[in-house]
């Protein structure tokens, strides 16, 4: 079942229902917001402090970065993560498919607004499939008459127990930028979380598992060979309005991306798709 709903504030969304699984997507920003299985914990973190309000990005879920990830590199001053996060998409296709899931695309096309910051144009489509599995696809075109270059993001926050008991596999003798300390590093071994942590990795392998007590979450990328690892820790979190202070320690962010050097360039008529799968193996004895 899909159903167009809004907050008491005019904030639109859409609830969808079928036999696997539930999920919440708002049309600014073309954002899950929400998504669980059912029977399972919701695999999407949302912080309890997020926002819901026109021109302001929704903390948690999956914020869609584009045109640019991080800061705009001509001009630092542009919102973080581009433009796309904060505009209202169309709905261009609701369908409840042959295998129980349901599909949804919508699309975002260049305005006043987006040309402003940006002056190309382009085509971008986001479908988000809800099943047992999650499958998220950002569609980019350029339109336009002259190539331009993307760096965009699937910001995913995912939910966890405790940040204590995660680890994070498929990362081990990678590469990374290391945001915070401006330099590249190698990653040796499996990824803990006890600090800051902000983080590109080349090439990752093609499947990261994130294990948290018996549960294990998989994330399978495609058009993407960066993947951004984040948790802001306890000083950040008390700098962000829409983060409660302990709001880290149940959230880590693993991004399926196009950053830094996998921007990608599109020439005229050009198409790029940056795509996630996500799926879940619960042993049910484990309580959250
Ligand atoms: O993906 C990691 C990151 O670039 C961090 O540096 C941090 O800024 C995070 O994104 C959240 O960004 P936001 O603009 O959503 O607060």
């Known amino acids: 079942m899909i159903t167009h709903k809004q907050f008491d504030n005019g904030f639109k969304y859409i609830e969808i229902e079928n036999n696997q699984a539930e999920a919440k997507i708002a049309l600014q920003g073309a954002h899950l917001f929400h998504y669980k299985v059912k029977d399972k914990p919701s695999l999407l973190w949302l912080s309890e402090a997020a926002y819901f309000e026109e021109g302001k990005a929704i903390r948690g879920g999956i914020p869609v970065c584009f045109p640019w990830f991080g800061k705009n590199k001509d001009n630092p001053s542009l919102p973080q993560h581009g433009f796309a996060r904060t505009q209202v998409w169309t709905v261009v296709l609701e369908e409840e498919t042959g295998e129980g899931t349901t599909h949804i695309r919508l699309q975002l096309k260049p305005n006043a607004y987006t040309l402003a910051q940006w002056a190309y144009l382009f085509d971008v489509t986001l479908d988000i499939t809800i099943g047992h599995k999650l499958s998220i696809a950002l569609s980019v075109t350029n339109t336009d008459t002259k190539p331009f270059e993307i760096s965009t993001a699937l910001h995913t926050y995912f939910n966890v127990s405790n940040i204590d008991n995660i680890s994070i596999k498929g990362l081990d003798n990678k590469a990374y930028y290391d945001a915070l300390e401006e ?95 996500v799926s879940q193996e619960i042993d049910t004895t484990v309580k959250y």
């Open 183 to 277: 330099k590249t590093s190698i990653q040796h071994g499996d990824i803990f979380i006890q600090e800051e942590v902000d983080r590109v990795y080349s090439y990752p392998s093609e499947t990261i598992t994130l294990f948290d007590g018996d549960a294990k979450v998989n994330l399978q990328q495609e058009g993407s060979n960066s993947l951004v690892v984040w948790n802001p820790w306890i000083e950040k979190s008390k700098q962000m309005s829409d983060m409660t202070e302990d709001g880290y320690r149940t959230m880590v962010c693993l991004e399926t991306s196009n950053a830094r050097e996998d921007s990608r360039v599109l020439k005229p008529n050009e198409s790029h798709v940056l795509k996630a799968v």
